[in-house]
């Protein structure tokens, strides 16, 4: 960018002339489509459409569908990112066999990839750019909502409905999130199927727990856990008001949140909040956490809490099925599917009557001007209390959250049922 200063600082108009039509130039090679290589069969190729392959629940999705060996055996599969093919969990496709390209939010990108590839079906995971090319195509459409969309106001509404009218079939990650969809966006029910998404099952019985003393707990106390990015969407302040209220009944009720920190002002104003609340000693915050270790910190609690405004899926609190703990959910993302009269855990009422329309943007505000949505948390309260009070009852019947992990919410079923949606549509 200095020397871009540099050569902008020339004085001379022809120099600049020059100047400007070699930066054009470098842009455009820039933003260049990269060799496409056909595939060397006669089979019809179904292409994963996101944002980025990096790093992310989402893109670990896409990767799972995209890696599926029936799926693989029956198309060809290729992921298509908008402006670039790098990232942790591109290397990792291309390492399976599975190409990366970037159309660089290009129409004249796409066309050449659908002709190259032999694209049949496109795959949308809310990246939705060149819909409109991929009809002229003649490409089926397939469009997966993995969240509660918090972030679109009217304008934002009426604009995503100007492509999503060209959705051949929608797809949600759990049924509350179908609902929130349905309601906001104005869709048909019919138009949109619900498939969970999966975790790997495995084993967790050889698992060591975390040693509470490593973290400051005693073995004696009654641990409650919650894995979440610090961001206004978790909305931490909830299970944090709640705990305030119960430990001078229940002094040995404690909180550890993992959680990366996503939002640095959201971070800092709970950290605030926790100090005010004087529950420095109560709440332990740990930070960063290696993803196989999340599970020896599962295995050392008692109970997982989540208190979210929104969730797609809550892949943490199917984690914590996997090691057998209870769960307390909001009314949010699986919790539903989850939990079932409640048979292994609480299902907490939302912070909002109204959550068709809450949009992030007021939480951020509300949050800097301290003005925190309680709501639900004698609702918390009472959930949390209530597995204290009858730990042994609890863990019992929250051996059933592993059955339901093998049985359903696995990533094998969740391959199963896309292969069969990607049938229908051809």
């Given at each position: 960018m200095n020397l871009l200063k540099k050569l902008f600082s020339i004085t001379n108009e022809s120099n600049h002339k020059v100047i400007c039509f070699c930066f054009i130039k470098f842009k455009i090679s820039m933003f260049k489509l990269q060799k496409v290589t056909p595939f060397s069969n006669n089979k019809i190729t179904i292409a994963m459409q996101v944002y980025k392959m990096d790093k992310g629940g989402l893109e670990e999705v896409v990767l799972q569908i995209a890696n599926d060996k029936n799926i693989r055996e029956k198309y060809n599969v290729v992921i298509l990112t908008e402006y670039s093919n790098n990232g942790y969990l591109a290397d990792i496709a291309r390492k399976n066999g599975i190409p990366v390209y970037s159309f660089f939010g290009s129409s004249n990108n796409i066309h050449k990839l659908v002709k190259s590839l032999n694209i049949k079906i496109v795959h949308f995971h809310y990246n939705i750019f060149g819909i409109e090319e991929?009809?002229?195509?003649n490409v089926k459409t397939v469009y997966t909502i993995h969240n509660n969309y918090i972030w679109f106001d009217k304008d934002g509404v009426a604009e995503r409905n100007t492509h999503y009218k060209y959705v051949d079939k929608f797809?949600?990650?759990?049924?509350?999130?179908?609902?929130?969809?349905?309601?906001k966006f104005g869709i048909s029910e019919e138009e949109v199927d619900v498939i969970t998404n999966g975790i790997e099952y495995h084993d967790t019985d050889k698992i060591q727990p975390i040693p509470?003393?490593?973290?400051?707990?005693?073995?004696?106390?009654?641990?409650?856990?919650?894995?979440?990015?610090?961001?206004?969407?978790?909305?931490?302040?909830?299970?944090a008001k709640a705990l305030s209220k119960l430990t001078s009944a229940y002094p040995k009720m404690k909180l550890v949140i993992l959680g990366n920190i996503g939002d640095k002002e959201y971070y800092k104003q709970f950290r605030e909040f926790i100090r005010d609340l004087k529950l420095e000693d109560k709440i332990k915050i740990i930070n960063y956490?290696?993803?196989?270790?999340?599970?020896?910190?599962?295995?050392m609690a008692d109970c997982f809490i989540m208190t979210s405004l929104a969730e797609g899926f809550g892949l943490a609190a199917a984690e914590a099925m996997l090691c057998e703990k209870p769960l307390i959910l909001?009314?949010?993302?699986?919790?539903?599917?989850?939990?079932?009269n409640?048979?292994?855990?609480?299902?907490?009422?939302?912070?909002?009557?109204?959550?068709?329309n809450l949009l992030i943007e007021n939480i951020i505000k509300d949050n800097k001007n301290q003005h925190y949505h309680f709501e639900?948390?004698?609702?918390?309260?009472?959930?949390?209390?209530?597995?204290?009070?009858?730990?042994d009852?609890?863990?019992?019947?929250?051996?059933?959250?592993?059955?339901?992990?093998?049985?359903?919410?696995?990533v094998t079923r969740v391959r199963q049922e896309y292969f069969k949606l990607y049938e229908g549509r051809l």
């Open positions: 991929y009809k002229k195509l797809v949600a990650v759990s049924s509350q999130v179908k609902e929130f969809f349905c309601q509470r003393q490593e973290i400051g707990l005693e073995e004696d106390d009654f641990v409650f856990i919650n894995v979440a990015t610090f961001n206004p969407i978790k909305y931490h302040f909830a299970q956490v290696p993803k196989q270790e999340v599970y020896r910190y599962l295995k909001t009314n949010t993302g699986a919790a539903r599917d989850f939990i079932n409640n048979d292994i855990g609480i299902i907490i009422k939302h912070a909002f009557r109204d959550v068709q639900n948390v004698d609702d918390i309260i009472k959930a949390m209390e209530t597995i204290y009070l009858n730990k009852y609890w863990l019992e019947r929250a051996k059933a959250g592993k059955d339901k992990i093998k049985s359903k919410f696995n």
